[in-house]
């Protein structure tokens, strides 16, 4: 009877054993330690993707992919590609390294244990990709004036990459200013154009700007380099150069229409000629080509663009060389020409009316005192008073007679008187002047 209560306890004893261990295997199942999240890593780089796992014990830990091919069993890679690589910074870690990642890595890596049922960890890796600018897009290109150009940025990336358009001239414009092609009330969008060139564009997928620029009736002021830009927020953006020209006919642009010189100066006449191709430029006078000579000098300077200025300049100007010049120009679209008139200049005369300047004598008398006294008294005739027969009460016109009237005598004393008087001073004035001039 002991002996049977004994081994009843025996048996209770082994089953509270048996069942305190069983609690404690269940409490050491592995589990994953870090939540399930999702890797973004770009093209190039490395990934790591985390599996963390706590009381794995005798459990095995094993990666696959997408296509459930197994990657690691353990701590061995049995894949052959060697850029993975099991990463255990820590005991309970057990990473996944994927170096030089390619866009085709992208999609669902699972970390697993063979517990019963099998324990998973999921992760998705995505992929950027930075834009790239395909060999398929435009090279450089020359059309004619009036065609229809269409430029292709052919590009790829991940996200979708955002194309935008920009012109600047050529490298020999003065102008290297690069301008983004809009539209006429500014805003981007398909319908672009500035104040020559009419542009569209066509949209593969998303972004502003599209993958093909077309340029309507081209002109010679649309040509330039074209650059296109793309960008999807993944750096580096990338862009692509390309050269358009346009050929067209010459244009020539005279300084001047009329032009006055002396004879015997020197004299320097200018023409512009736009044009591509070159075109062959010539001055002309009076419809006959000149050349380099003792008496013209032609000279070419390349100015900017397709512009060149033709110099033709005359040393010493003769009055044959005044006339009708003409600048030429012509290539394979076509020729244009511009005249000018050099004629002699005659400086301006100033008419100035003639002054005659009269020279009036200034006289200065000196008048001596005796000279003023003898002036003073000097006998004057008309001083004399006649005989006025109207006194003596007889006819004024019967003739004259001491015999007639009264006072008779006295009448006659007076004039003898005078008489004296008259011939005494004329006596002193003759004296007077003579020891005057003998002084």
Known sequence: MEFSIILRLTALNALCFLGILSKDIMALEPSFDVPIVNI?????????LPCSIDSLGDFKVVWTDQFSTLLTLGEKRIIDDERMVLDRPHTKDWNLLLHDVKYDDRGRYTCQINTMPIKTKTIELIVLVPPTILDSSSNDLTAKEGDTVTLTCNVSGVPKPTVQW?????????????????????????????DHCLYTVSHRGVGINGETLIIHNITRYCDGIYECVAFNDVPPAVNRV?????????????VNQKLGQYVGKETILECK??????????????????????KHRIDVYQDRGHMLTLSLRLPNVTREDFGQYSCYASNSFGMDEETMILYEYFPPTTLTPAVTATAIPRHTTTINKRNRLFKSTIYNENELIPYNRTLNGHNPGAPYSGRQGYNTGQTNSHHVGLLIFSSILSSIYLFDTSCFMML
Do not use: C
């Open 273 to 294: 000629v736009t044009a591509f191709p070159q075109a062959v430029s010539i001055w002309k006078f009076q419809n006959q080509d000149l050349f380099n000579s003792f």
């Open 242 to 254: 390309i050269s358009v020209m346009v050929e067209f006919p010459p244009e020539v642009w005279l």
């Open 40 to 48: 973004t890593v770009v093209a190039g780089k490395t990934a790591v």
């Open 166 to 194: 920009f012109r600047k001239p050529h490298a020999d414009s003065r102008d290297q200013h690069k301008e983004r092609v809009k539209t006429s009330e500014g805003h981007y969008g398909n319908r672009l154009s500035d």
